[in-house]
């Protein structure tokens, strides 16, 4: 291997390790009353300012704001990795977070949209979110594994995109940036389909009845 290169894989894995040991030391040092599942909850209330200031027009603050609630999601996660207080209903407030403070903003957007089927496009995402609860909710009770999914995973960072795209779109008056939101708002449905299909196989599988549909769900996931 080229010697330029090794010296280049060596700082970036000695950065990598060091900023690893960072960020282990500063979650080290949260006080124990600050759980995860508060964090969480703390994310959902800034759904409420998120809301009001795009919608009010104050696009740096909501920013802001949403950035925030976008931390704290990072946080609340390693901070129960860390302490090992992962549970059932950190499991649920977690992906029920990510949900509200998205929802809040892209109503708080709705005004400063001028794309005419844009609230038709937040609601059915709205829809298609909330079925993501219910099933969550269904398995919850069966004591089935409810954890977001790798598809859940991809539709957050998705939906961040989305909402750059939309907020910076509007509030720098980017008519390309906004429109790229847009379409990225047109997808998210096919992603939460996707995380609902995954979520609701499990369930289906303990219905012998449902074998006919769980043939159809997973052949349609094959390439």
């Not at 409420?48 to 009010?56: A, E, S």
């Not at 977070?97 to 089927?117: C, E, N, Q, R």
């Not at 995402?125 to 954890?147: E, P, Q, Y």
Request: overall charge positive.
């Amino acid at each position: 291997m080229d010697p330029l290169a090794i010296g280049l894989h060596s700082v970036i894995h000695h950065v990598s390790q060091r900023s690893a040991a960072a960020v282990q030391a500063g979650l080290h040092r949260i006080p124990s009353w600050i759980t995860p599942n508060r964090l969480s909850g703390f994310r959902m209330c800034l759904g409420l300012p998120v809301f009001l200031l795009f919608r009010d027009g104050d696009f740096a603050w909501g920013s802001a704001v949403f950035t925030v609630a976008m931390f704290f999601d990072f946080l609340d996660g390693a901070l129960a990795r860390l302490r090992g207080q992962i549970t059932n209903l950190g499991k649920f407030l977690d992906p029920l977070a990510d949900k509200v403070v998205v929802a809040a903003a892209l109503f708080g957007l709705a005004p400063w949209v001028s794309i005419v089927p844009y609230s038709i496009v937040v609601w059915i995402n709205i829809g298609m979110a909330l079925a993501l609860t219910g099933v969550r909710i269904v398995k919850w009770t069966k004591g089935m594994d409810f954890a977001a999914t790798g598809e859940g995973k991809l539709k957050l960072i998705l939906e961040l995109a989305m909402l750059a795209g939309l907020a910076f779109g509007v509030w720098l008056n980017v008519g390309p940036l906004l429109w790229a939101g847009y379409i990225l708002l047109c997808v998210m449905p096919y992603f939460a389909g996707k995380s609902l299909v995954s979520q609701i196989q499990p369930l289906l599988a303990d219905e012998p009845r449902y074998d006919a549909v769980l043939f159809y769900l997973d052949s349609g996931r094959r390439p």
